[in-house]
């Protein structure tokens, strides 16, 4: 029986591959489906294997205190390794352009790439991904608009507990915003909260920004 080896690590790169492991996992076809968690953004990814009902069957528990990107790296690449070795993919299915990625690349097994064709267009600006042969990729959908149809199914049918939140008015418009990558910081950053400056000054929406870089946001846009 084929198998393919599943591999993450971070919370976006689980969200966008457990709507790929349930879907796989209902199909009659005959794979040997495995999948291994790097877990080097353990509390967050363990949220969402518990939202998507994922039980990782390789868990490297790799997030330490203070860890660098050199030495993630290497856990990383090493642990995905041992999993190679153990139990040999005939394909391993990554996602994005985190260090996952680099580790199944050096293993020397097919990679299946979600995602791969994601294009900048500017070559001062390029995502990794841009290094993957055009005439490899296939546009078959996105597997985050599948993550979320699936957990909204899931809250409306009361299979998930529906979060409450005081803060947001049922009177005006939700706009819901994150920023990733290089948006994330210095002049892209300043771009995105001069736009939401304009879109907070509205007296019919709300805006709901979940960050990473707090400080940053709330200098950048004055506090509001």
Known sequence: MPRLLIVFG??????????????????????DVRVCATAQHRSMLDQVLESFE?????????????????GTAAAVIQGVAKVIEDEPPDMIVVQGDTTTTLAAFYAHVP????????????????????????????????????AVLGIQERLLTGEI???????????R??????????????????????????????????????VHRIQMFWTLCGGA
């Open 161 to 171: 507990n529906r979060p409450s939140w005081p803060f947001i008015s049922d009177g």
């Open 173 to 210: 418009k939700l706009i819901l915003v994150t920023a990733h990558r290089r948006e994330s910081f210095g002049e892209g950053l300043q771009h995105v909260c001069e736009a939401l400056q304009k879109l907070a000054a509205r007296q019919d929406a709300q805006i709901v920004y979940p």
């Open 10 to 31: 971070t919370r976006p790169e689980a969200i966008k591959l457990c709507p790929l492991i349930a879907y796989i996992r209902k199909q009659s076809s005959p794979l």
């Open 54 to 70: 994922i039980r990782p069957d390789h868990d490297l528990d790799l997030m330490r205190p203070d860890q660098t990107l050199a």
């Open 111 to 146: 990679v299946a790439h979600v995602e791969a064709g994601l294009r900048t267009g500017d070559l001062q600006r390029p995502f990794p991904e841009e290094a993957v042969d055009a005439g490899r990729i296939f546009v078959t959908g996105n597997t985050v608009v599948d």
